[in-house]
């Protein structure tokens, strides 16, 4: 047996695992959850840490972490918060978006073209940890950026700013930005259309460590662990990533997680599959990626998620009038961000809610397809990612641990009924159609195994997928009594 | 001088065989040549020609519906921050045959700077390429 433990810090809760990843068939052993310790995060590591070890409090952990090294990550005080900036909407300002949420960030603020005075602004309102500074492909465009260098040179920010531009623009900006914290790295978009994200993901990385995980308290808990300690979106993108290697049907997987403040989603499929008659227009996308929604969420961001979805949610709600209760649901949720649905109708409301999130979110991670009609016949033209790949659907978070498998209104889960309505939308002015999962499995992450089990992803892969693998199939840890709520809904 | 050129084909026309040729062409002759293939919309060439600062946008049509395709395109370039960007359109622009004059006129009034029909001097157009580019302030 070779045991590991394994620590997500939430804003809220302190959750932990400790596996085995020694034997033939690997396994989470034990959980626990803590309270988030916002003074000193140390003392929630080390509370949790020294229940799964049975170790009495006081005790020493640095010893009986020799044979269960320990793997963390962390979201707590508002997790990595990037800006993206880029110059046209549909290319650099989407790759930095794609590129930041990909490095597991939380996205602050994107702006496109120039930076002018109010952004400027917002951004200072903001103060982000990153600015992830692209524009331009290499040798091409010059005014924005430079534009943009200026902005962000006078602005009173206090990020790092990462410059992944136009190449031939290196000096000029690193002159410009002399007074900054300054990293630069190769250009995200080299080519129009054509990718290159992984060295700002890389630094991204680098400058997590060195000033996030520093200036959060961080630093004893990275003094225990075996690895360095990541932002837990990336955790869970890591496990994403390695979840084929588990098997042929984890091949093409979609993980959704759905929390208070923010729904993400993971895709590790093919972008685009060339077959004939079907044209790509726009970025390739990385088989494997990260979108983040700011605005769809369950409980802080309960209202902007009404908003996006109130033609959803009217629609689901049919003849049924109860949008005022809804209205006094969503205040509740945004206000009180621990608060539980009581009633059968509040149950509902959170459904309705969720099923929203989950229908925009799904929608904004997929792409399009819209037909046209050729002198050489019908062309299906693409834009954005393929997910018609998708074989299997993880759902994770506090919410669709809870009713990822059953809505409160019916039989059907509520992400399989989110995907069904976001698959039978068609745009009325270009009548394109999202390029969503056709006939998914959806397997529900409910013991929200899946940060923690991201972190050991590099160095235990295999076991890493198999435990992931053995868990959404079947097998329920019990969590302890007294936190069965223990996910975070910020 | 700058060198970097847009081309494609507009509209919904897979012709891809003469883009592929002007892709080669205009890159031996020297222009960095950014080829988005086919079926691009207007907003995409002008896109492109913002990240990559082109010079000029090439805009090919194939199929007789040019006048469709390209219609308002100068104005679009100019509500997007692109006014002096040299512009050039060529192919089989209309359906059947017009007198030259005639179609030039037609997409030069939409503000395209030259307009080429399918039998034109490859390396005349290079040249005048080259010369509309450098003749921009």
Redesign the interface.
């Known amino acids: 047996m070779k045991r590991v433990l394994s620590v997500d810090i939430g804003s809220t809760w302190t959750k932990a695992a400790l596996f085995d990843v020694g034997s033939q068939t690997p396994a989470a052993l034990r959980r626990a959850a803590v309270p988030t310790t916002q003074d000193d995060l140390f003392e929630g590591v080390a509370r949790v840490a020294r229940e799964l070890l049975d170790l009495p409090a006081e005790a020493p952990l640095a010893p009986a972490l020799d044979d269960a090294p320990l793997y963390a990550c962390s979201s707590a005080k508002g997790g990595l918060s990037i800006a993206a900036i880029g110059i046209v909407p549909d290319l650099t300002a989407r790759v930095a978006r794609l590129a930041a949420a990909s490095a597991g960030g939380r996205i602050a603020a994107h702006h496109s073209y120039r930076l002018g005075t109010r952004e400027v602004a917002a951004l200072e309102s903001e103060q982000p940890d990153i600015v992830l500074f692209c524009g331009g492909t290499d040798g091409g465009n010059e005014s924005y950026v430079r534009a943009n260098a200026r902005a962000l040179s006078g602005s009173a920010l206090a990020a790092t700013i990462l410059y992944a531009g136009n190449a031939s623009m290196r000096d000029e900006v690193s002159g410009i930005l002399r007074g900054k914290r300054l990293v630069v790295v190769a250009n995200a978009m080299p080519e129009v259309g054509a990718l290159d994200i992984e060295p700002a993901r890389q630094a991204i990385r680098g400058i997590y460590l060195e000033s996030i995980v520093k200036g959060r308290g961080l630093g004893r808990v990275r003094e225990l662990c075996a690895a360095d300690i990541r932002p837990t979106p990336l955790a869970v993108f890591d496990l994403v990533g390695m979840l084929a290697s588990a098997g042929r049907e984890w091949s093409d997987t979609l993980v959704i997680d759905m929390g208070g403040a923010t729904t993400d989603i993971y895709s590790h499929t093919t972008a685009f599959h060339g077959e004939e008659g079907w044209v790509l227009r726009g970025i390739r996308e990385p088989a494997l990626t990260r979108t983040v929604e700011g605005d769809l969420g369950l409980r802080v961001s309960a209202r902007s998620a009404w908003h996006t979805g109130e033609q959803y949610i009217s629609q689901r709600l049919g003849g049924d009038h109860a949008a005022g209760a809804l209205g006094e649901w969503v205040e509740r949720a945004a206000r009180q961000t621990s608060v539980l649905p009581a009633s059968p109708e509040e149950r509902m409301f959170d459904d309705l809610l969720a099923e929203a999130c989950l229908h925009h979110a799904l929608r904004r991670h997929a792409g399009t397809v819209e037909e046209a009609y050729t002198a050489s016949g019908k062309v299906r033209v693409q834009k954005g990612k393929d997910l018609r790949g998708v074989r299997r659907i993880v759902a994770s978070g506090g919410f669709l641990a809870r009713r990822g498998m059953r809505g409160s209104t019916g039989s059907a889960s509520p992400v399989l009924r989110a995907l069904a309505m976001a698959r039978a939308h068609v745009d009325e002015r270009t009548g394109a159609a999202s390029l969503l999962p056709e006939a998914p499995e959806v397997l529900t992450d409910r013991q929200y195994l899946f940060p923690l089990l991201g972190n050991i992803a590099a160095a235990y892969p295999h076991g890493a997928a198999e435990i992931a693998a053995a868990c959404l199939a079947n097998a329920h840890l019990a969590l302890p009594p007294d936190s069965t709520e223990g996910h975070d809904h910020a | 001088m700058n060198r970097?050129i847009?081309l494609g084909v507009a509209g919904?026309?897979?012709?891809s065989v003469g883009n592929r040729i002007l892709d080669a062409f205009f890159t031996e002759k020297g222009f960095?040549v950014?080829n988005?293939?086919?079926?691009?919309?207007q907003?995409?060439f002008i896109?492109?020609a913002?990240?990559?600062?082109a010079a000029a946008i090439l805009v090919s049509s194939l199929?007789g519906h040019g006048e469709l395709d390209c219609a308002g395109f100068r104005d679009r370039c100019v509500e997007r921050g692109l006014e002096r960007i040299v512009l050039y359109v060529g192919g089989n622009l209309v359906v059947g045959k017009a007198p030259r004059e005639e179609v030039a006129a037609k997409f030069t009034a939409m503000g395209f700077d030259r307009v080429f029909m399918p039998a034109d001097d490859l390396e005349e157009a290079a040249r005048l390429l080259a010369a509309d580019i450098d003749g921009q302030p």
């Open positions: 970097t847009v919904a026309d897979c012709h960095r950014v988005l293939g086919v079926m691009v919309s907003d995409e896109d492109a913002i990240e990559a600062n199929y």
